[in-house]
C-alpha cells in the first residue's frame, strides 16, 4: 500500500470519528473516498456504526459498487449513493451520506435551506430529491443503481441534496472539504430553524454566499477546522492508529478476506441488498 493511500485510508476513517463525534452521523449514515490512483474505484466502511469503523474495515468498491476483491464483510445497502455521485461527478472526490436530525426538518417539510452565516454558505444550493417521485412506495433506502443514479442526478453540479422523509447527501472535492460542508451545514440547518422560530430569517446576499463559500473552501480554512475537529476526536478518545500503523492493519486485515474468498461473492450479494 502506498503512503498515500494509507494516508487517504486513516484520512476517511477520522472522518468518520469527526462526523459521529459532531453528531451528524449515529448509527447509521456513511462516508466514502474516491481511490487516489485509480478514480473507477472508492473505499467506505463495511456495514457498521461509523464510530465504530477501523481501517481494516474500509473496502474498494467500482462505481458500480461491487468489491474490488471478493469479501465476506457485510456491505451498506445504500453504497449506490456513493458510486452512482462519483460516477456522474468525476469531480467528486468524496461523499457523505446522513440523517442528521439538525437537517431532517428540512427534509420533511420541503423548507429550502438557505445560508444564514457565513461558514454555512459552503451548503450552496441544496435541490430536493424525492424518491417516491419516480420509485413510488420503497423501503426508502437508496439501494438500486438507478436509484443512485436518480439522486446523483437531483444533486445535479450542487454540493448538497436533500432526501424527502429520510436525511441528506453531501459532496467534497477532497474529505477536508467535504467534513467542512457536512459539519458547518448541519450547523446551519440548526441555526436556521431557530432564527425561524424567532419570526424572521436574514440570509446571505447571493453574493455574500459566492464570496465566502470560495473563502472557506481554502485549505486554510478547511485545515483549521479539521484540525479543531481531530482535536475534539483525540479529547473524546475516539483518534484511530496513526496512517502507518494503520497500514500495517489494513496488510493483516487483507490475508483473512483472501482466506475467506471462495465462498463469497455471491453472499455478499445477496447480503448487501439486505442491510443497511
Ligand atoms: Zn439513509
Known sequence: MSDQIADTLHELIVATRILANEKVLDAF???SVRHPHDPQRYFIPRHRAPELAEISDLV???LDSEPVRPTEFRLYSEKVIHGEIYKARPDVSAVCHHHAHTVLPFAISGQQI???FHLGAVVGHVPFWDQRDEFGDTNMLVVKPEEGASLARALGPHWMVLMRRHG????GTSIRELIFRTV???DNCK???QAMALGHVDSLSPGEAKLTSAHQQRPPSTNRAWDYWVRQVEKAGLMPAKASTGGRGQKRAAPAKRRAAPKSSKKVAVKARKHR
Open 29 to 31: 449514515g456513511h462516508v
Open 60 to 62: 474498494e468498491l467500482t
Open 114 to 116: 438557505v445560508p444564514v
Open 168 to 171: 441528506a447527501t453531501v459532496a
Open 184 to 186: 458547518f451545514g448541519s
Open 191 to 193: 441555526l436556521l430553524a
